[in-house]
């Protein structure tokens, strides 16, 4: 029976739940967009530096194969090459779009977007918005979506939460839909649907004090991972090298800073240590991400690390830098003109989570997963402005294929019994998920090693709550992968290992 | 720096007691938000007045805390701003009041139900059909109006503005600027002009008690008369 009248659920309204919803829409197939805030709300509009994409208009000879190769590089070739491949390929295509969608990108003299430098891609070509990149996406698909939302086509639950996931039978082999909780008034509200997009964020909630947002709890991972969907390389998480402590959570210093002649020094007593320069001659306070957030790491065990620009000049910190000046004016009441700014790493960004396949689908039948919650591009280690591209392809891939998937399915809505799980579920107590974010703070830092990884599992495997599961599952992998890879650095296991080039998968 | 902190807890601000607000201390440095502090208050094992009774967490909104995002809107001493962009230093008196927006029906003490907004954006056709149209000159002014987050402070200070009116607030030609500027002359612009007039300029009295208040530091006078003279006067 083919099945026309069912819509499309989609939880989660950042980039990766909002272009989902288009790609319904587009494709005349109805769905829900169910969120726990409003799309303005979404961790999508922090994000500043750009998207990628090989647009090939500075003249430097770029291609999405370049693009690609540069992305499976950073992921320590654990991506799968053929979703890369995909998304690098459609990436002009996207930023095309998006400027026809009226994202104010910064312009080059011909009118097409400017392309600056990011880290770890020797070619220009990350798009930007000012330090606004985000938000201005945001906005502009926002727009696009509210206009089928009129029509009738997408259907808006704004502070609205996933509960549980149902399905067909008991063995939960296969999706049925979703309980909701409205967070306003506590009532549930069951959907039927064969098909779910989850684009629920990265799993932020497990630390706390990430550069993300409040909203980012990883719950509806916790609860997915319960109910039997898997997980992948969650022991890969990006820590951003130079971040300062504001308002309980970590705040980002961008990488612009140390481009425009920043230089990291710890103090030492009374004397300035310009480690990077002395242990880097050639790059300095410029070398990758990872590597110089571990060098902080060690060095502030001992000494306090600043980043220093007051000797840049006055123009400098002017045309380029105001956004960060300001920042440190408002949130830290410093004047980096006049004063170093204390820094240390912070946790930025997860390249694993729920486990799909090219098609975006779960192990779940029917529930699909895509942008950070999702771990398919980004392998070990992700580049600058790989994710709000991943987050929108994503979407759009996880749209069209749940659109199909939908159409063919035998589940007729309204007929079929719908088993809900959620009986087994248990939420975590506020004491618990503080010390559990404690304690995966510690553990599972910059650098890592089996004594503190084992002390933390054993903390973690005392605490309730399917949120402690998630964390074990995340310090486990941790503890197995007995190499150093991408963002994964061991102390006692320093070297890359091919016995160990493969993905990490788990299941509750 | 110690601070009391007064918080409103009542069901209905516009009728507020007293009693509708719990009194708390909170010490900590003087560069701390107001973010920072309700975190750090809820984040304590047992929330206590000053009169030593426990009290339920207090429930606010938030998501990025660098002031991106909107949600944190309150009203702090009196004033609409974001939590996250308030501190500490910039007190007069070691007091501070929290109270939520006014204009908007209360959740729960100061998380209010902000959804008019975005029904009303969806009333007032705020998309593009076709392709977007990008004036260079424009530029600086769509990107302003790019960048409204929908925290409703412009909103809180309007003294014509309250929620199920006809009447939108300065959100409306905020965000219509940017759409009535790129959007090619069809019959789709037809509609949004006249549904700004309804909803926007015949109701707006001009007070421009909105212009400084934007936490995200957008010019919404000048917006407000490039939408007025794009959708009244036929201008642009
Ligand atoms: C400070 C900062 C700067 C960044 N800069 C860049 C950059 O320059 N370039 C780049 O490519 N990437 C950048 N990133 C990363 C990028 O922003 C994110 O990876 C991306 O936006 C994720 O999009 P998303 O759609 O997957 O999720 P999000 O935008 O995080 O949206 C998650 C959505 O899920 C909802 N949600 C969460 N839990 C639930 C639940 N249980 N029930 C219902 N709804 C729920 C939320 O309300 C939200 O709507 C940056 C990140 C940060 C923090
Ligand atoms: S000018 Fe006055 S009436 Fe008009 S939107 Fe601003 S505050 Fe409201
Ligand atoms: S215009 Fe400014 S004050 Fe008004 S909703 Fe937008 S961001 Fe808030």
Redesign the interface.
Known sequence: MRNEKEKILIIGSGLAGLSAALECALRSKECVLVSS??A????S??AEGGINAALDTKGESDSPKEHFQDTMKAGCFLADGEAVRGMTEAAPGIVKSL????V?FN?DKN?DPDLRNFGGQKKKRTAF??S?TG??IM??LT??V??Y??SGMVT?L??HSFETLTFTTPDRQICAGCLIRDD?TGEILSFKSSAVIIATGGMHGLFGNTTG???NTGEAAAELYRLGAEITNPEFIQYHPTTVS????R?LISEAARGEGGRLFAMKETEKWYFMEEKYPELGNLMPRDITAREIWNVQKNFPVFLDMTHLPDDIMEKKLSGIVE?CI????LDLRKDPVPVEPGIHYFMGGLNADRQHMTNIQGLFAAGECCGLYHGANRLGGNSLLGAIYGGRVAGENACKYSEESTFASGSAHIYDDLPGKCVISD?DR?LLQRTLGKCMGVVRNEKELQAGLEIIRGLEGDLARLGEAMCSAALERRESRGAHFREDHPDIREEFCKNTVLRR | MKVQVKVFRGRDFNERRPEDYQIFEYTGDE???V??LL??LN?K?RLVDIHGQTCEKITW???????????CAMRINGIPRLA??F?L?ELKSPEITLEPLSKFPI?KDL?V???FI?ES??EI?????G??R?K?ET?EY??GS?????CGCCLEVCPNFRVGGRFTGAVTPVNMY??LD?QEKNGHRKDMKRSYSKSYYEGCGKSLSCRDICPAGIPVDDLIARSNAAAVWGRG
Not at chain 1, 99 to 102: E, I, L, V, Y
Not at chain 1, 246 to 249: A, E, I, V
Not at chain 1, 330 to 333: F, G, I, R, V
Not at chain 2, 61 to 71: D, L, M, Q, T, Y
């Open positions: 805030a409003p303005q709300r979404a961790q509009v922090m400027k026809d969608m009226g104010c312009l009118g918005a000012k606004d938000k201005q906005t502009a727009d696009e509210r206009k939302e009129a808006r704004m502070n306003y947002s409040k909203l504001s308002g309980g959570k705040m920042d408002t949130y830290l009441n004491a503080e | 560069k701390a938000s973010a920072q975190y750090e984040s094992e909104e938030c998501s990025c805390f660098v002031k991106k995002c909107g949600a996250c962009s501190f230093y959740v998380t139900d902000r959804s975005f954006l969806k056709s705020l998309w593009l059909e392709n977007a990008m260079p530029h769509r990107y790019a960048k409204c987050l929908m940017r759409i790129e």
